[in-house]
């Protein structure tokens, strides 16, 4: 896709842990008795306090950006040059450091497994706003983030206006109805597990099938019809499989042999049960599905009316869990409420993913925005 | 919808079953020992052998027509008129009379279960041809049906050039890798219920979980965002469920109460166990799945040119699962293959059911076509 070098992946300069040090209340009535985030530096934040970028992940990201957008960071990558201090989060309920399900929660001892509580993006943005007091910084350069991530950019630059200089988000929005569906039966399949145990499970024993399952469908939704017909249109599993056999190998008639997409959609999921958590998927999709910037306002206007921030909202043309025309009437509704707000749409076959498939694509839109 | 009225369901003058009397070799290499079609039907051939019009189910109908497409048969309705003599026959597979995983099988005296055979929608109409040839039809005025029913259509008159007058196939395209995919998945939700038990298990005790489940997924890509957008939006399941709820009645904080829309999948999922098997669930998707009426010829050309009916085809504008353009190409290839061919469009948001959610919508579309 692209001619520049190759990527040079970048190294955090520090890792750190941070709690706030006393029991944080959540908006939907849980607590979390002494949460941890988990936070990754790049750089360091200069005298003017002018340079820190903050990028906030996806789903199943973590606190070291330059991880899973090393893009953003190689040679003629959007943030390749000195002088930012970029800051990753790891966001509560998610297994890569910060407290999520698998924590033992201090008031019981044990982990928090099917009691770990709703954590709404606005409490993550509460949490994460405590950190960047206690790192002394005091206004973001830019907040950026995607799904997910786009999710806490908007809500951070809504709760803490005075704290965010410029806001990119991209391909989020508050989940439609067919998107709330799909995360609905996701997170079905991985209860339906004997092996999920209520939540209880082993850390070594986590509901593997169903989880794997689940991500499967998940990477459906990610992904788009026309990226799927171009790369696996109706040929038959690479691994051989025969789609048009009566009694494949397995002896199983009802089942029979794969199609490509299918021997695809079951090598990702298995390649994702090896570095996720049943429960924080739970914990996660719950997060995305109760995202609405408007909810505890009197209306969306109002929740708008308090940004400060410039906003660039990216929508990705073939994104069909954040259609393009959902983050397109999020803008109007910015615009509408006063919001120095930008629109772009990502054209791309790759579908919600775009934002990790096309960085070259993507930085050459929000360049102009951020530099 | 309409201001005609009211429906009046039709019963069948007569239903009855057949057996080709023979072992019956399937294209992927399996065999029905001695495999019976059931049908319906409603009114009776006349002399002429002019009147006859076979209309064929989709995964979850059976031979009585009247039964799930009953606007069709009402006053005011397409084909409400007398002199014609109308058939239904339930595919082999399914669990509505003709042969299917539960039913015995001969060679071994006990249920298919696992051990059904693929069967596509070429053995199908091989069967279905046999049956009209017993009961004397030696022409049909028209085929016609949606989704599988739109295959057996389409794939009737390929291979029985002579019986077929005309052709009616509505949301009916070889699937795409994200409708393969789709299918893998709800096959492989069911499999991994243990009380699948391989396939093994008894009548009472099917894998009602798990098959809901996948009649859920099934439920997403036979509608439309748009409409479960129009009916559900973000509102709370009506029964109840408080989606910002933390720890909500039954005490799991990762799963929590639900929104409108997964109560509704939920409830789609419930209704279709009562009425439903899962290993015909698991035999009629693989049918779905493998519907190319290209295979066995030299190309799709060549497929399409032995066809001498004339052919209308009627993609559905919101149909995520059989898109409309994919019926439009379809449509394009028969052109090319000097097919007397017409395509139309139901504009509709009800997505891939809208050939059963609008049915006036659909009369009005093909009945010049028809009468």
Same mark, same amino acid.
């Given at each position: 896709?692209?001619?520049?070098?190759?990527?040079?992946?970048?190294?955090?300069?520090?890792?750190?842990?941070?709690?706030?040090?006393?029991?944080?209340?959540?908006?939907?009535?849980?607590?979390?008795?002494?949460?941890?985030?988990?936070?990754?530096?790049?750089?360091?934040?200069?005298?003017?306090?002018?340079?820190?970028?903050?990028?906030?992940?996806?789903?199943?990201?973590?606190?070291?950006?330059?991880?899973?957008?090393?893009?953003?960071?190689?040679?003629?990558?959007?943030?390749?040059?000195?002088?930012?201090?970029?800051?990753?989060?790891?966001?509560?309920?998610?297994?890569?450091?910060?407290?999520?399900?698998?924590?033992?929660?201090?008031?019981?001892?044990?982990?928090?497994?099917?009691?770990?509580?709703?954590?709404?993006?606005?409490?993550?943005?509460?949490?994460?706003?405590?950190?960047?007091?206690?790192?002394?910084?005091?206004?973001?350069?830019?907040?950026?983030?995607?799904?997910?991530?786009?999710?806490?950019?908007?809500?951070?630059?809504? +709760? %803490?206006?005075?704290?965010?200089? $410029?806001?990119?988000?991209?391909?989020?929005?508050? *989940?439609?109805?067919? @998107? =709330? !569906? /799909?995360?609905?039966?996701?997170?079905?399949?991985?209860?339906?597990?004997?092996?999920?145990?209520?939540?209880?499970?082993?850390?070594?024993?986590?509901?593997?099938?169903?989880?794997?399952?689940?991500?499967?469908?998940?990477?459906?939704?990610?992904?788009?019809?026309?990226?799927?017909?171009? +790369? %696996?249109?109706?040929?038959?599993? $690479?691994?051989?499989?025969?789609?048009?056999?009566? *009694?494949?190998?397995? @002896? =199983? !008639? /009802?089942?029979?042999?794969?199609?490509?997409?299918?021997?695809?959609?079951?090598?990702?999921?298995?390649?994702?049960?090896?570095?996720?958590?049943?429960?924080?998927?739970?914990?996660?999709?719950?997060?995305?599905?109760?995202?609405?910037?408007?909810?505890?306002?009197?209306?969306?206007?109002?929740? %708008?009316?308090?940004?400060?921030?410039?906003?660039?909202?990216?929508?990705?043309?073939?994104?069909?869990?954040?259609?393009?025309?959902?983050?397109?009437?999020?803008?109007?509704?910015?615009?509408?409420?006063?919001?120095?707000?930008?629109?772009?749409?990502?054209?791309?076959?790759?579908?919600?993913?775009?934002?990790?498939?096309?960085?070259?694509?993507?930085?050459?839109?929000?360049?102009?925005?951020?530099?």
């Amino acid at each position: 896709m692209s001619s520049s070098p190759s990527a040079t992946l970048v190294v955090p300069g520090f890792e750190g842990d941070f709690s706030p040090g006393e029991a944080f209340s959540l908006e939907a009535g849980g607590v979390l008795a002494s949460p941890t985030l988990h936070y990754a530096m790049y750089g360091e934040p200069n005298a003017a306090g002018d340079n820190v970028i903050f990028v906030a992940h996806a789903l199943s990201g973590s606190a070291r950006v330059a991880d899973w957008w090393p893009r953003l960071f190689s040679e003629g990558g959007l943030l390749q040059a000195g002088g930012h201090c970029v800051i990753g989060i790891n966001i509560p309920g998610s297994c890569y450091g910060s407290t999520g399900p698998a924590s033992v929660d201090p008031l019981s001892g044990r982990p928090y497994g099917p009691n770990f509580p709703l954590v709404t993006i606005g409490d993550i943005v509460r949490m994460q706003a405590l950190l960047l007091k206690k790192l002394n910084i005091h206004r973001l350069k830019v907040v950026m983030g995607a799904s997910i991530g786009g999710m806490q950019a908007l809500e951070l630059a809504v +709760r %803490f206006p005075e704290l965010v200089e $410029r806001v990119v988000s991209i391909g989020a929005a508050p *989940l439609d109805a067919m @998107g =709330l !569906g /799909l995360n609905h039966l996701q997170r079905r399949m991985i209860q339906l597990d004997p092996a999920w145990r209520g939540g209880h499970y082993a850390p070594d024993q986590q509901p593997r099938k169903r989880l794997a399952l689940a991500r499967a469908l998940a990477v459906c939704t990610y992904k788009s019809a026309d990226l799927f017909e171009h +790369r %696996f249109a109706r040929k038959p599993d $690479r691994s051989g499989d025969d789609p048009w056999s009566s *009694l494949h190998e397995r @002896g =199983l !008639g /009802l089942t029979g042999g794969r199609f490509d997409v299918a021997g695809y959609l079951d090598y990702q999921g298995e390649q994702f049960v090896a570095r996720f958590d049943a429960n924080a998927y739970l914990a996660l999709t719950r997060t995305m599905d109760t995202f609405d910037p408007a909810r505890g306002y009197p209306s969306a206007e109002a929740a %708008f009316s308090r940004i400060e921030a410039e906003v660039m909202l990216v929508g990705i043309s073939s994104d069909w869990l954040f259609p393009a025309r959902e983050v397109a009437a999020l803008a109007a509704g910015m615009v509408k409420a006063g919001v120095r707000c930008q629109h772009r749409e990502l054209v791309s076959s790759h579908g919600h993913d775009a934002f990790l498939a096309e960085p070259d694509e993507l930085a050459r839109l929000i360049r102009p925005f951020l530099l």
